[in-house]
């Protein structure tokens, strides 16, 4: 079965930086479209960035070039930079392997990014 393993969140003050990264298994990841969710208490899934499988990118207007999406396909694992946080960076961080230009139903258990002073 497929599976997606987050990692790399924690708490950090604000104009820190931490670098998440998914590994994926089971799965021919490097065919396939990755990207970045984050979902903060009381908001809706939002999404953060996403990368083709021929290391195109994208990235919501708000993050304002913050944060960088990179995969290594060798290792089966997409990456996010995240630099300069901010409070309101707060959320649960999920990937998804992206069909049709969307999420699929396919994401990661999250990892949990905390930025406060």
């Known amino acids: 079965q497929v599976q997606l393993v987050e990692s790399g969140g924690g708490l950090v003050q604000p104009g820190e930086s931490l670098k998440l990264s998914c590994v994926a298994t089971?799965?021919?990841?490097?065919?396939?479209?990755m990207g970045w969710y984050r979902q903060a208490p009381g908001k809706q899934r939002e999404l953060v960035a996403d990368?083709?499988?021929?290391?195109?990118?994208n990235y919501a207007d708000s993050l304002k070039g913050r944060f960088t999406v990179s995969r290594d396909g060798a290792k089966n694992t997409v990456y996010l930079q995240m630099n300069s946080l901010k409070p309101d960076d707060t959320a649960v961080y999920y990937c998804n392997i992206r069909l049709f230009r969307k999420a699929s139903d396919y994401w990661g258990q999250g990892t949990q990014v905390t930025v406060s002073s």
């Open positions: 990368i083709t499988s021929d290391g195109r990118t």
């Open positions: 089971k799965v021919i990841f490097s065919i396939y479209s």
